[in-house]
């Protein structure tokens, strides 16, 4: 008889999995030679990239279920119907069942990606910054958004457009510091980057308002230079 992991062991190798899986489509992406500037038009091609990952992998490396793009956040029970969160779209979300669970809350987690543009503020005064920590950090911390609740970690994608990676830090820290409503750690990178172009951090959060509360945030920016 095969012995199951634990809950906490099937959820460590599936973040392991799926971040190995967008790691790997986000290198293929930086090395195409012609990108939009889309968010959108960059996370269908992220997708795509991400398919043939997974497809190219061996089969221990394979995260199960399915990667899902731009869709709801479906309710878990019968008292989550309705609710305003279970309305929003995180950019993807890849799904986890485990068989030895039967509370129907915890059987079934999704791990949460977001994505956001990391460029120069638009002559109209749109600030990418702002919106990396406010559209993006601030919805797995919010009641609002409730990104990753009952999971203790997702990730950040920052799609870094003719920014210095250190500059770019330095500005988003400062927006955090600045956050009244939220208190929220700096992000901390333990390299600028890879020889990939690829740089990973993280900082935990703590969310009154979703549970579980201690979450571990993780980013990966990946530069883009067109």
């Known amino acids: ?38 968010e959108i038009a960059l996370n269908d091609l992220l997708y795509v990239f991400a398919r043939e990952i997974w497809c190219e992998l061996p089969q221990k490396d394979k995260p199960f279920w399915a990667l899902i793009p731009n869709s709801e956040t479906p309710p878990r029970n019968r008292k989550e119907i309705g609710q305003k969160w279970t309305r929003k779209k995180p950019d993807f979300r890849w ?35 702002n919106e990396y920590v406010v559209n993006g950090i601030i919805r797995f911390i919010s009641k609002e958004h409730r990104y990753g609740i009952g999971t203790i970690s997702g990730v950040m994608i920052g799609y870094v457009q003719n920014l210095v990676h250190a500059e770019v830090l330095k500005q988003i820290n400062l927006t955090v510091r600045k956050s009244q409503e939220y208190k929220i750690p700096e992000i901390m990178f333990n390299h600028l980057k890879d020889l990939s172009g ?15 509360s201690n979450f571990d945030l993780r980013h990966i920016w990946v530069e883009l230079m067109n």
Not at 105 to 129: D, N, Q
Not at 198 to 212: M, Q
Request: glycine share 2%; with cysteine; net charge positive.
């Open 1 to 38: 008889m095969v012995k199951l992991p634990s809950s906490e062991d099937l959820w460590k190798r599936h973040e392991r999995l799926v971040f190995n899986v967008f790691l790997n489509a986000l290198v293929r992406l930086k090395n195409e030679k012609s990108l939009p500037d889309d």
């Open 95 to 129: 799904t986890l069942s485990d068989p030895l669970e039967r509370d129907t809350v915890k059987a079934i987690k999704e791990y949460t990606i977001e994505c956001k543009r990391l460029a120069e503020k638009t002559s109209a005064g749109r600030s990418f910054i």
């Open 198 to 212: 690829i740089s990973k951090g993280n900082h935990t959060l703590i969310r009154k308002e979703v549970s579980p």
